[in-house]
């Protein structure tokens, strides 16, 4: 079962940041959360993972609570392009990645 | 440029006829999976392969096979294919499973329609 809990779907403005929420209550120290999004139909995209401290590459930036029990995935400057359902998922190294049913996306001009 | 390629990507057919979906992958990467799709489910994993002649059920494995006989390639193989396997299929790889930073690379899927 997925470990994670995420909103069904969220609108964003063309432009402005885009704020992904993920809730993982029930992590364990050593679980990673990772973030994954999958446009229309074509094959799920990586995006970016952490343990405790935010991370940041070209795509977006991942901002992990203190408790670690929630995570936020932003996309700083939200495109159309990134309409797209996003997936956080929970993985210890050496587990398999579950995917939940994730965040619709809808980035709208 | 490093990917995982699927074929066919569209098939149609009937019930009970014997079929089978290539994945390849150019990265040499030891783990691979299969997953299939289908609305309001999400990705389920039917099976995967941490390296040649290593492969495991995962979650909805009835009904399907698969082989790792080499390292690049990992097909799925459905000996009698029936129409509750009309699905979005997807095989993927990464480095290995092990690794925290070994994400996974998806192929662009194979949708399949069983009469």
């Not at chain 2, 995967?48 to 080499?70: A, F, L």
Request: net charge positive; glycine share 6%; with cysteine.
């Amino acid at each position: 079962d997925a470990k994670t809990t995420q909103p069904p779907s969220m609108d964003c403005a063309e432009g402005r940041a885009a704020n992904l929420p993920c809730n993982h209550s029930t992590i364990s120290g050593n679980e990673y959360v990772y973030w994954y999004r999958q446009i229309h139909s074509q094959g799920p995209q990586y995006i970016i993972h952490g343990l405790k401290n935010n991370e940041t590459n070209e795509m977006a930036s991942l901002i992990i609570t203190e408790d670690r029990k929630s995570s936020t995935l932003i996309l700083p400057h939200a495109t159309l392009r990134d309409t797209a359902v996003y997936y956080c998922i929970v993985r210890h190294y050496g587990q398999n990645f579950v995917f939940g049913p994730g965040t619709r996306l809808s980035v709208l001009p | 440029e490093a990917q995982v390629t699927q074929n066919p990507r569209y098939l149609i057919t009937v019930t009970g006829k014997k079929l089978t979906v290539t994945c390849s992958q150019n990265m040499n990467h030891e783990y691979m999976s299969w997953y299939r799709q289908d609305p309001g489910l999400g990705l389920r994993q039917i099976y995967y392969s941490m390296n040649v002649e290593v492969t495991d059920k995962g979650d909805v494995p009835e009904g399907y096979k698969v082989s790792r006989k080499e390292k690049r390639n990992f097909p799925l193989i459905l000996e009698s294919p029936s129409p509750n396997q009309t699905s979005l299929y997807f095989c993927a790889s990464s480095r290995s499973l092990a690794g925290v930073s070994d994400t996974q690379y998806f192929g662009p899927g194979t949708r399949l329609t069983v009469l």
